[in-house]
């Protein structure tokens, strides 16, 4: 059984950064995906970034050039997020992966609001 506690939300304004972490617990890190998928009201969850182990990324379209998303060890993942929009406004999810199994986070709210 793997844990995930994630961190790093909030509110902030259009234009300004947030850096989400997730900190991984529980099993065998040594290959894995770990990334960030978020959720509005009434929308579907939808991919934002996610990273190997090894440090391949991919992320989705809305995000591209605005976000970042790093690892510093087989256990834990970050998500910058820089140039912050409304629409970005949602409930971010961590999410582990490997070998056919996945875990998910608690989630975490972001709200972009003047």
């Known amino acids: 059984q793997v844990q995930l506690v994630e961190s790093g939300g909030g509110l902030v304004q259009p234009g300004g950064s947030l850096r989400l972490s997730c900190r991984a617990s529980g099993s065998d890190f040594s290959i894995n995906v770990m990334g960030w998928y978020r959720q509005a009201p009434g929308n579907k969850r939808e991919l934002v970034a996610t990273?190997?182990?090894?440090?391949?990324a991919v992320y989705g379209d809305s995000v591209k050039g605005r976000f970042t998303i790093s690892r510093d060890n087989a256990n834990t993942v970050y998500l910058q997020m820089n140039g912050l929009k409304p629409e970005d406004t949602a409930v971010y999810y961590c999410?582990?992966?490997?070998?056919?199994?996945?875990?998910w986070g608690q989630g975490t709210q972001v709200t972009v609001s003047s």
């Open positions: 990273a190997t182990s090894g440090g391949i």
């Open positions: 999410k582990w992966a490997k070998a056919g199994k996945e875990y």
